[in-house]
């Protein structure tokens, strides 16, 4: 006999092993019932389709609050470091465990840096200009890792990145100044070819004209 102090769950249990018709309507009579509405499968789409992943860890996500002057937390999930295949710009995404809802979203750019939290080696600041909210804020995040060994991998792979991005801009600059100093060679050489021509112009009008280019003889002379 089942006693107050027993749980609701097991106390209904035994009435059910008690009750013979219980087993009965747990039978199976062989009948088949098709499903009222027919569910068909939807691809989804992540936006991270053109990406490659390199780097992908389980981590929990803070945002500093400026108002209240407090850290609040974005949620737990994977942080991961995105790849485009085809432009070679890195983003940092990360995703809520269970709702899949995006807490951060943004470049990992040249002049982004991770810095350790307050003496804490599982954990680390920085600052960049989010769009996890559908438009761009400048957030303060911290994150803390399970380990001190995912915390400085995650800092070296943000660190390598943003110096291969600080690389691809100086070889870019440096395309776009050689670029500009052979136009300027090649327009001037333009100019010097033309000049020639030029000069001819007014040479060759008159001999059209039947005019010559020598002086006319004054009275005197004549």
């Known amino acids: ?37 027919q569910l068909q499968e939807v691809a989804v789409t992540t936006g991270e389709e053109n990406e490659d992943v390199l780097l992908e860890l389980k981590s929990k996500l803070y945002r500093f609050d400026k108002d209240g002057n407090q850290w609040k937390e974005r949620g737990v999930g994977i942080v991961k470091l995105l790849k485009h295949k085809e432009t070679g710009k890195v983003r940092l995404v990360m995703r809520q465990n269970k709702t899949l809802k995006i807490c951060a979203n943004h470049l990992v750019l040249s002049t982004m840096t991770v810095q350790e939290h307050q003496g804490n080696d599982k954990s680390c600041v920085w600052h960049a200009a989010d769009f996890s909210d559908g438009e761009l804020k400048d957030e303060t995040f911290a994150i803390r890792f399970a380990s001190v060994e995912n915390c400085k991998t995650f800092k070296d792979m943000i660190a390598e990145i943003a110096k291969a991005q600080a690389t691809d801009n100086e070889e870019s600059e440096e395309g776009k100044t050689a670029a500009s100093l052979i136009e300027k060679l090649s327009v001037g050489a333009n100019n010097e070819e033309e000049k020639p021509e030029s000069e001819a112009g007014p040479s060759s009008s008159a001999e059209n004209n039947g005019e010559s280019e020598e002086p006319v003889a004054s009275s005197a002379e004549k």
């Open 1 to 37: 006999m089942a006693t107050e102090t027993e749980p609701t769950v097991l106390r209904r249990e035994e009435e059910e092993d008690d009750n013979p018709r219980s087993a009965a309507d747990d039978e199976d009579t062989g009948a088949q019932i098709a499903p009222i509405v």
